[in-house]
């Protein structure tokens, strides 16, 4: 793939060669019939980086291999070069991405509550708030006096209890 201007919404301007060939042009068009975006030839590095095959006598070097990615995520991708160290026994390197990840919150499950609700306003009322007061003494004075187990999570679920139970 080569960096002829009419290739440039999809390939940029940073690819390995000058001039495209016959499978360059097809993975252009390939790549612009399925709104993807070739993501390889967009950062600006050192020929030694873009190279991502050598001939087995070691003589030449190619750009063959390409990451290509969708149009409407093409942001989340912040640098792509090939990665020579890691030895795979062929000709090819690794061609390694970094990207940043968003993560989409569903509004409605965010604000979505399992737990049961109470109309805390009632308590403004002088009459049912002192009958919650009343309630809740009796009900931490009945469980001071009883025998309460070392378990802290049973000891946290008799006092929720004990407050749903008392707010209704």
């Known amino acids: 793939m080569g960096r002829e201007n009419i290739f440039k919404p999809t390939n940029k301007n ?17 790549s612009t019939s399925k709104n993807l975006v070739v993501k390889s030839t ?16 070691g003589n030449i070097h190619n750009q063959i ?23 795979f026994d062929t ?9 940043r990840e968003r993560l989409a919150v569903n509004k409605k499950a965010a604000q979505k509550f399992d737990g049961e609700r109470f109309n805390l306003r009632k308590l403004n009322e002088l009459e049912v708030k002192k009958k919650y007061q009343i309630e809740i003494t009796n009900r931490f004075a009945a469980l001071e006096n009883s025998d ?19 707010a209704k």
Not at 65 to 86: H, N, P, T
Not at 91 to 99: D, I, R, S
Not at 148 to 166: C, F, G, Q
């Open 148 to 166: 309460v187990d070392d378990d802290v999570n049973r000891a946290w679920e008799n006092i929720k209890e004990n407050i749903k139970t008392s």
């Open 14 to 30: 940073e690819s390995l060669h000058q001039d495209s060939y016959d499978n360059g042009v097809r993975l252009v068009n390939s």
């Open 42 to 57: 967009m950062f600006p590095h050192r020929k030694i980086h873009k190279y991502t095959w050598t001939s087995p006598g």
């Open 91 to 99: 000709h090819h390197y690794l061609l390694v991405a970094k990207l």
């Open 65 to 87: 291999d390409y990451m290509l990615i969708d149009r409407r995520g093409q942001s989340s991708i912040l640098d792509v070069r090939s990665f020579r160290e890691a030895n």
